[in-house]
């Protein structure tokens, strides 16, 4: 497992050979072992371990999943966001982005998407102003405007979206 922190109690079960399609909305944890289309959302529960999706080895979720700890050894097609940790088993298959707190990704997990940190305010901050001064170096000059025109500067000290919609302007 993860950590030696325990884990929410599992009081929900799509049981193998069950398919459900639609939304579920669940305290504590569920254990996905049949097939879930439609997305799984743990609400915030009311101890300190939080929401727990575990998709075992022949589940499979076709939707996009919220919770604090997910683990996955089934297929997963969709987008996760686990706000405290995430572990990709060895029999994991994930098609989506992935948004996590901690990782853990064993030998033999596959992963089809983007994997993005969720970084304390500090650190995302500190990578919001050095992928600035990277389009700032990229590009110092926007098209029609002169270095010293302000929203060309104010354009440069954004974030690269910025950029972009001062360059399409």
């Known amino acids: 497992m993860f950590s030696k922190n325990k884990l929410a109690a599992i009081r929900s079960l799509v049981a193998d050979g069950c398919r459900i399609q639609g939304d579920i909305t669940f305290k504590d944890g569920i254990r996905i072992d049949g097939v879930l289309v439609g997305s799984l959302q743990g609400e915030l529960a009311d101890t300190k371990n939080g929401s727990l999706v575990f998709v075992a080895e022949h589940g499979t979720v076709s939707g996009a999943i919220k919770a604090d700890v997910i683990i996955v050894n089934g297929r997963v097609e969709g987008p996760i966001?686990?706000?405290?940790?995430?572990?990709?088993?060895?029999?994991?298959?994930?098609?989506?982005?992935?948004?996590?707190?901690?990782?853990?990704?064993?030998?033999?997990?596959?992963?089809?998407?983007?994997?993005?940190?969720?970084?304390?305010?500090?650190?995302?901050?500190?990578?919001?102003?050095?992928?600035?001064?990277?389009?700032?170096?990229?590009?110092?000059?926007l098209a029609g405007h002169s270095e010293s025109s302000p929203s060309a500067t104010i354009a440069l000290q954004g974030s690269s979206r910025q950029v972009e919609r001062a360059q399409n302007a």
């Open 81 to 141: 966001h686990a706000s405290r940790m995430l572990e990709l088993q060895p029999k994991a298959r994930v098609s989506g982005d992935i948004t996590y707190a901690k990782l853990e990704m064993h030998q033999g997990a596959l992963v089809s998407g983007c994997m993005i940190p969720l970084l304390p305010v500090k650190e995302s901050v500190s990578k919001a102003l050095l992928e600035t001064e990277m389009v700032a170096q990229e590009r110092p000059q």
